[in-house]
């Protein structure tokens, strides 16, 4: 199976603050990558795609990019909205494999 | 809308069996994949299961954890898909989430990109 680790667990940061959260997969994934949003009690809800599309009406502020093993995925200005937790997931091969998630709280 | 929504979740024992459904709305269901993934109290994702369209086959892959256990069906002529839970275990106590998968262009599953709310799965005695 293929491993997926995100760094870091936590991220506090306070609004306007640009954050990064780091993905690594334990065997080349191509850009077989995808970045999801989870607050609590909700469904995740997907922002990025193949490692770097933005999907549809997800704002700006996030891009995401990298192939391989090493992707990122940025915020540029934290917004109040996004205090979230974010997971990476592969898909390259089966067993779809996610991270650990990465929590971004308010400093 | 583009939608889906999950639904038969509940309380079971230990070694009884459980059917949740995934019914879509406001695309053709016909043309994506269904997904389930889940997600016990406190912890992360999960991957369960797939079921690919007819279009490429209709057949299903599945997690080791319960690939001896579950099922995945789907009736397109009502856009519903099924996950079929037998000699359930505690450990798959879960909020249990489906998502639509798209294909690109070469077959390939491209995203998961439209999720349901949930539906709560306890499995105890």
């Known amino acids: 199976d293929i491993q997926m680790t995100q760094s870091p667990y936590t991220v506090s940061a306070s609004v306007g603050d640009r954050v990064t959260i780091t993905c690594r997969a334990s065997q080349s994934i191509s850009n077989w990558l995808a970045w999801y949003q989870q607050k609590p009690g909700k469904a995740p809800k997907l922002l990025i795609y193949?490692?770097?599309n933005v999907e549809s009406g997800v704002p700006s502020r996030f891009s995401g990019s990298g192939s391989g093993t090493e992707f990122t995925l940025t915020i540029s200005s934290l917004q109040p909205d996004d205090f979230a937790t974010y997971y990476c997931?592969?898909?390259?091969?089966?067993?779809?494999?996610f991270g650990g998630g990465t929590k971004v709280e308010i400093k | 809308e583009v939608q889906v929504v999950e639904s038969g979740g509940g309380l079971v024992q230990p070694g009884r069996s459980l059917r949740l459904s995934c019914t879509a709305s406001g695309f053709t269901f016909g043309d994506y994949a269904v997904t389930w993934f889940r997600q016990a109290a406190g912890k992360g994702l999960e991957w369960v299961g797939v079921?690919?369209?007819?279009?490429?086959?209709?057949?299903?892959v599945f997690a080791a954890s319960v690939e001896d256990r579950f099922t995945i069906s789907r009736d397109d002529s009502k856009s519903v898909a099924y996950l079929q839970m037998n000699s359930l275990e505690t450990e798959d106590t879960a909020v249990y989430y489906c998502?639509?998968?798209?294909?690109?262009?070469?077959?390939?599953?491209?995203?998961?990109?439209?999720w349901g709310q949930g539906t709560v799965v306890t499995v105890s005695s």
């Open positions: 079921i690919r369209s007819k279009a490429y086959g209709g057949t299903t």
């Open positions: 193949k490692a770097s």
């Open positions: 998502a639509r998968g798209v294909y690109d262009s070469s077959g390939y599953l491209d995203t998961f990109d439209i």
């Open positions: 997931q592969q898909y390259r091969r089966y067993p779809l494999t």
